[in-house]
Every structure is written in structure tokens, then in C-alpha cells.
């Protein structure tokens, strides 16, 4: 394709798609009440820019009140019939939602809507999407690609010389690279505008300052030389969307707000200084930061409540095959110090990373593995915890690894819907396939167990006794994680009950 002319009306319609995860899935209560950035972001510049377009976002996992088919998911034909769209573009990031985005852009193809899709999963393997429907492949940033390819595609001009996408010419990819995978000048982004949103119930909101990551685990799909915008801009961030849309509760989606400790120290000051510790503030950072005072109590005065770490393991031996780049030695302490600054910790573990083959034949009995993270669990005291298999992502060290290997399940034994972390995608080399699969469902059952239901009743008869000694602070903190306790209890089995009924082992097993 180099040229596609596309039916547009007078004022034609860009539609969004973030694709539904269509398995049940530890984040889906947080995807129900938060959305994607990026979508939201191109969402934002095509209105701001393109005043003759107009744009929506439908978010699938957040999606309240709109028409639904029979599966229970958005149904497009009708939203379709309702509000016709010219181009409609998909949010491809995840592996697992690639399914639901290749179900979709077949409808809108034969419907003759042209289809853009940007994100990790379609900048690595933009391919398979493009054989199947996707027209373009956005690869990178999508805020100013997605600018030119809409002029390009109003005025009827060729795709060849737009830098960072992809596409198919006479069955061929023409692959345009991008200039770099994240730009300079993020500064002169527009706020993300949440009113693109089309029947969504936002909570959280995410925002954004950092794009990037430095570091190089081997299992992690970002990759790129980190850029930043100042902390200026994402404060007067926070002060439209509290201003505008009434927000109070933010995720900053930055991997490690470390990358740039001064802008973020300035940043958590400004929010201080002008909001104190009204605003709810979740974020995302290693575990080190514990060793950096200053960054704790700026990120205290702002009203950060909850610190998501990504602590992967508690074992050296699988900390140095991902590259995570620290050893266990002083995790219990940083964590003591992160509980002491008054954060809730959301812990987050692989369970059974494979290390045999990596590491000279190192091995740990799977028991070992078991009995060493629920003590540490245990000795950190981790409010919520989510243990995950191991996930070959695209464009990782470790799905390189492995496919080198050979060890990786075909597509059609464990499909990418599978690719979430509540299933085992290839073959162990240090423990049994059974135990790959159970013990951490077995691991997250221990935790949230039912007896967290008791440490709700338990907490709220403590109010009285906490109010008196004006503790309410620390009761809600608490009270908040019993809460979120309760509600692991109640994911997990129903989780449990959906894994069981599909007989995913026995699946698995058949082949190999
Ligand atoms: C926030 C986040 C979440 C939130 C998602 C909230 C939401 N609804 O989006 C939550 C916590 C729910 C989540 C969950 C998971 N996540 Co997550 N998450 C992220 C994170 C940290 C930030 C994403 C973000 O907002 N970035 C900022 C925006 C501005 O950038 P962007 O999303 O890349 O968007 C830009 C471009 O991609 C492009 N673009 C994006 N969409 C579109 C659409 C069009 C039409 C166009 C033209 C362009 C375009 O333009 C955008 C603007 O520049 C990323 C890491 C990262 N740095 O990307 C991981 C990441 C996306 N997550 C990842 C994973 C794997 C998961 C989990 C499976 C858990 C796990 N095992 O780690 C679960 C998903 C559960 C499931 N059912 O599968 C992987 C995905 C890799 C992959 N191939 O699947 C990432 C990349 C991290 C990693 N370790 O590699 N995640
Ligand atoms: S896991 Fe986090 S620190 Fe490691 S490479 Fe990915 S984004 Fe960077």
C-alpha cells in the first residue's frame, strides 16, 4: 500500500481501540478504571492539530454503558452504524490483547475502514499484523507519525515518506524507520485531553514524564535511550487534569522515576508546595530508591500512597540471569525503609525464571524457590503482591533465549492471548511443568487467603481505638490494603475456577 484513499465525510471520525484483555487477568479490576496513555496521547494531537477530525477513544477493558455483543465485549458494528469512523487505529502494545486487535481490524477491513495500529507488540513483529488486516504499523512515538499519515491519507499522498512506520507494497514490507524510538521534545506535548474517552469511568488517571529505560532486563520489551520532559510540565499536567476533569487519584506510568531524580525530586516538591498531600499518587520504582532520602520524603509531602516494585525475585542466582541489576542482600531492609516512609508496597515476582542453562547448570529445587519467597514476602510484609510465570515477550533477551533453545510452545499450542503471566508459554529446564504452573497460583492463594476477609472485619473494629490516638491516617493506609487483600482473595479464586475449567496443562503437555 502506498497510496489508500479512505471515505471521509465532511468531518470525518478517527476512532481509538485498546484492545480488551481477553483473559481474566490480575490487572483487569485496575485496566476497569484506568486507561492507555499512549492511546489517549494520539488521541489528544490529532484533535489539537487536525481540527477538521474528530476523535475517539474506546477503551475495552474500561468501557461502561456502551452496546456489547454477545461475548460480552464492545460491539463495534453497532458503535459502528452509530458513529461511523474513516480510520480506526489500535493500541497494540500488549501481546496479549493481538488477538482481539486481528478479530477487529477484520471487521473494520471488510468494512473497508482503513487500520493503524502502533505499540511494543506491532514494533516488534509488525509483520504478522500486517498480513492480517493491520494497514499500518506505527513504530515508536505515535503522537506526531499519526499527524502525517491522517494528512497524508486526507490529501491522498504516498506513505513513503513518512518516517516510522510500516506497511505492505506488493507483498512486501516497506519498513520506514523511525528517527529515534522516543523524541527530544516531549515538552511540547499537549496535556493528555481524557475527554476523547468514550464510555470510560476513569480512577486513576495516568500521566507521563519519562520515556525510556536505561537499564536492560532480560525480560522486558522497553528498550531505548530514556528522554524526559521537565517536572514543570508534568505539574501544570496534574493542575489541568485536577482543574478539568476533576482528577485526584494518578498512576505516573514512567518505568523508574529514578531515571531523572532531580526532575522528579522538583516535581514532587511543586506538587507539595501547591497541592500538599491531597492528591493520590501510585508509582513505579526499584527498589534501591529506599537508599535515597531526599527523593522519600519529597515523594511523602506529594501524597505518594502506593510504591509498585518490581522486585522479580528474592534469589541471587534469578536476579542475575534477568540482569536486574542488584542482588537480595539488602531487600528486606530497603523495603523496611520504604514501609517506615509510610508507602504501601505492591511487590511484584517472577516465579521460575529459567536459570539452569544460563547460569552452568545452576539449579534450585522448586521447593526451595517456594519456601524462600514466602519468607521473604513474609520478612518485607508486602501490602498486594502479584506472582507471575515468566512471559517471553517480543523483543526480549529471554524470549532469544529460549527460542535459541528451542523451548518456546508454538502459537498454536499457547496462543499470545496466553502471554499475561497466568500461564506457562514454554518449557522449564529446572523444574516440572506442573510446578511452573501451580506453585504460583499455589503462592498468590497462601497470600490472599481466606482469612483476609477476617482482617477486614478486624481492621474496621479497630477504628474507634485509631481515631482516639489520631492515627486515621495510618488506619486508612491500612484499612486501604486489607481492602485490596480481600479483593486478591476474591481474584484468585475466581481466577482458579476459570484456569481449571479449561484444562491448559493437559493442552500443553499433548505435544510435547
Ligand atoms: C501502564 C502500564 C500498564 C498498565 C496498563 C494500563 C493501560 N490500560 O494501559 C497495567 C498496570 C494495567 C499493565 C498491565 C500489564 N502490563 Co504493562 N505496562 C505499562 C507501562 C509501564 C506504561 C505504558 C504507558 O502508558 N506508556 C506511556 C505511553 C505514552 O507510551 P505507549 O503506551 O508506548 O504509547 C506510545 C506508542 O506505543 C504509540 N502508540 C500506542 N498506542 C497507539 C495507537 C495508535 C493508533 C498509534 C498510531 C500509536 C500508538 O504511541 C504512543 C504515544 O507515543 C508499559 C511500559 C512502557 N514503558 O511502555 C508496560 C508494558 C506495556 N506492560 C507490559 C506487560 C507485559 C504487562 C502485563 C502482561 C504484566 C506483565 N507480565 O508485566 C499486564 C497486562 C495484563 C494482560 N491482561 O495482559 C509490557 C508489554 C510488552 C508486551 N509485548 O506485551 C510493557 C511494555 C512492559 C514490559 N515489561 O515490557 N501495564
Ligand atoms: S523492567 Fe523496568 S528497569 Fe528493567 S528494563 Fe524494563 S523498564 Fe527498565
Known sequence: ??????????????????????EINVFSYVASRITALGAVMVATMVKAYLPNWRVEVIDENNYHGGPVGSDGLPDHE?????????VVGFSASLTSTIERVWKLTEFYRSNGILTIAGGWHVHYLPEESLRRDVEIVVHGEGEKVILRVLAALESEKELSLISGISYIKNNQIVYNPPERLFSEDLEKLPFPDFGVLRYARLEYFPIGRIRGCSKNCEFCSVRGRPFWSSARHLFETVEYLVQNFGARKFFIVDDRLEEDRQGTIRFFRLIAENFGNLLDFTVQVRLEVAKDTELISAMKAAGVRVVCIGYES???????????????KDMIEWSKILHGAGFSI???FIFGYPIQKILNNCA?????RVRRLKKFITDCKLETIQILRPVPLPGTGLRSR???????????VVPWSKYDGSYVCFKP??????????????????????MSFLGLIGKLAQYPFYKIMGMQERWYRQWRSKIARYGGYRFTKQWYRHYLSQRYLEKIRKPS
Not at 500500500?1 to 481477553?22: C, H, Y
Not at 453497532?78 to 474513516?86: C, D, G, N, T
Not at 534450585?364 to 526451595?368: F, L, V
Request: proline share 6%; net charge negative; aromatic share 10%.
Open 364 to 368: 534450585i529445587n522448586t521447593r526451595e
Open 402 to 412: 529460549l527460542e535459541k533453545e528451542g523451548r518456546l510452545f508454538s502459537l498454536e
Open 78 to 86: 453497532v458503535l459502528q452504524r452509530e458513529s461511523p469512523a474513516s
Open 314 to 328: 528474592c534469589t541471587d542466582e534469578e536476579l542475575t540471569a534477568m540482569r536486574k541489576g542488584y542482588l537480595s
Open 346 to 348: 505492591h511487590g511484584m
Open 1 to 22: 500500500m502506498e497510496k489508500r484513499a479512505i471515505t471521509m465525510g465532511f468531518s470525518p471520525l478517527f476512532r481509538i481501540v485498546v484492545p480488551a484483555f481477553t
Open 429 to 450: 529446564d529446572d523444574m516440572t511443568l506442573e510446578d511452573l504452573q501451580e506453585y504460583p497460583t499455589r503462592l498468590m492463594r497462601w497470600f490472599y487467603s481466606p
